[in-house]
């Protein structure tokens, strides 16, 4: 059985708990309950020197980063549908992959926290950052129902914790109707779990 690692609150941890649920496959959990990374164990930064949630141990090794997790999963279970090996099809997965990474980590993520008290920041330059992300996908989603192919991929998952709560990053979606109507699409996806603490 494989074992995440992670931390309740945790959006990123929440991409891989919500991969899972859509893969139905079963997993074991270790829930940190502390979020900062100076409170693991010693034994767990063998594996993982970035001490950073979520880690997956599978197959005898750590893998850590959701992105890297998500690639893991959807290969290992799925085949060709969450992520195709097709060079152009993984060309396009991988763009929103770095897009989910970069403004949507720093620009929806960190307005999040600096609105909640977690982080110190200057919150209009990460919404500023964050708008540049919603706009790209508006632009995307106007024309496609999914992000990177003609069915959800890795990249649907990976964008959408963070732009699904984008209020609480200081930005509503009313200006994004496109948007609004692939946030409904995933919560249909058969499996799909909401971004809560995982009982158990
Ligand atoms: N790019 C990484 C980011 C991981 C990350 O920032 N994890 C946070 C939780 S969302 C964490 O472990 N924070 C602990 C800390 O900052 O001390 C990923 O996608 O996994």
């Known amino acids: 059985m494989m074992t995440l690692f992670e931390h309740p609150g945790s959006s990123n941890c929440y991409k891989i708990r919500l991969m899972f649920a859509l893969l139905g496959v079963d ?8 979020a900062k990374s100076h409170n693991r164990s010693s034994e767990f930064l063998k594996q993982n020197p970035r001490g950073l949630v979520p880690v997956l141990e599978a197959e005898g090794n750590y893998i850590w980063d959701s992105t890297a997790i998500l690639v893991y999963l959807a290969r290992r279970f799925d085949g060709e549908s969450w992520l195709s090996v097709d060079g152009l099809a993984m060309s396009r997965v991988m763009q929103w992959l770095a897009l989910s990474q970069s403004e949507i980590l720093h620009g929806l993520m960190a307005a999040r926290h600096i609105i909640l008290g977690k982080r110190r920041g200057v919150l209009e330059d990460a919404q500023g950052l964050g708008r540049v992300a919603l706009g790209v996908l508006e632009d995307r989603l106007q024309r496609n129902n999914w992000l990177a192919s003609e069915g959800p991929t890795i990249a649907d998952i990976a964008c959408y914790p963070h732009v699904s709560r984008a209020p609480e990053s200081g ?13 409904a699409r995933v919560e249909e996806l058969p499996g799909w779990v909401p971004w809560t603490p995982r009982a158990g």
Do not use: S
């Not at 509503?172 to 692939?182: H, Q, T, V």
């Open 171 to 183: 930005i509503p979606l009313d200006a994004y109707p496109a948007m609004r109507r692939w946030i």
């Open 27 to 34: 997993y074991a959990c270790v829930t940190f309950e502390h």
